[in-house]
């Protein structure tokens, strides 16, 4: 009997999320008190999290049947990833060799904004190798494929976007981090210029498109030099409550963001790739895309 089709399987980070409310984001060598315990809530907050597994989870949601692939270390933290994919149907396909399994503190203020500290452990560690070897069967079962620049090795996001163009797989990419951050810490200049044109969607972030491009400080030009330069089916550009501007082959738009009150901006990105994902698989055109995926 063959093996279920997925509508997204995605390789990337899977992390433990620990949150902490602060009253402000501080600077270097400065301190701050942490919001104490109250009666209704801890100090701390944990949480599945991880750009990849925060979309595939968002995926599920929207009615996706969505997939994770990778490497996680065999400890506590791997188990309570686990108990989360399995509670929202994820099909995951890993390995437990890894040195220990990615967290990432958080630190939220009280106009919901945050800093991020991660730790990619296990994630950093899967090789090109792997993705082929240990994973190609389960990835052969997507029709399409999500991968970031955030966590992975760049040769090993290099592997997965390969894999799936032999197989005929559109593939998105979420830019996360910066080419400044990108380089250096996860691959080289090189690397980073064949994963952005494996891709056949580029999600960067606004400040990685701006690097990406060189210039500019229209989101919707940038999406159009960056679509244009390395060839992507299409280029989308996240602007927080602005929105996001999308570059394709036929359009270039706007769409405007819903009014929200924001309380904590974690995850947002990925929560908005996730109505992509639901987007291109229903067969949206651009424009309702756009919007499935701000809201």
């Excluded at 969505?66 to 994820?90: A, C, P, S, V, Y």
């Excluded at 060189?214 to 550009?237: E, F, H, Q, S, T």
């Amino acid at each position: 009997m063959a093996e279920e089709k997925l509508d997204v399987v995605g390789c990337g980070s899977m992390v433990v999320d620990l949150f902490y409310r602060t009253p402000r984001i501080i600077r270097a060598d400065e301190k701050i008190l942490l919001r104490a315990h109250t009666a209704s809530a801890a100090i701390e907050r944990t949480q599945v999290g991880g750009l990849v597994l925060n979309h595939v989870g968002w995926g599920r949601i929207l009615g996706l049947k969505t997939g994770i692939f990778g490497k996680m270390g065999d400890d506590r933290n791997g188990e309570f990833l686990r108990d989360g994919m399995d509670r929202l149907g994820i099909r995951h396909h890993l390995t437990f060799d890894g040195t220990a399994t990615a967290f990432a503190t958080i630190f939220v203020d009280a106009a919901g904004d945050r800093a991020i500290y991660m730790a990619r452990g296990a994630t950093g560690e899967l090789t090109p190798a792997e993705v082929r070897n240990r994973h190609g069967a389960f990835i052969r079962r997507a029709n399409l494929v999500s991968t970031e620049i955030s966590q992975l090795p760049l040769r090993t996001v290099i592997a997965i976007l390969l894999f799936a163009r032999t197989h005929s797989i559109p593939t998105i990419l979420d830019v996360d981090v910066p080419p400044s951050d990108a380089i250096g810490s996860l691959g080289t200049r090189a690397e980073l210029e064949r994963a952005l044109k494996l891709a056949t969607f580029l999600k960067p972030s606004k400040a990685a498109a701006r690097e990406i491009a060189g210039n500019g400080r229209d989101p919707l030009k940038i999406a159009d030099a960056i679509r244009a330069k390395y060839g992507n089916r299409a280029v989308i550009i996240t602007e927080g409550d602005k929105g996001c501007s999308i570059a394709a082959r036929d359009t270039s738009v706007r769409v405007p963001a819903f009014k929200v009150k924001q309380v904590d901006s974690t995850g947002a990105g990925d929560a908005f790739l996730a109505g992509i994902c639901a987007g291109l698989r229903l067969g949206l055109p651009w424009e309702k895309i756009g919007r499935l995926a701000n809201a």
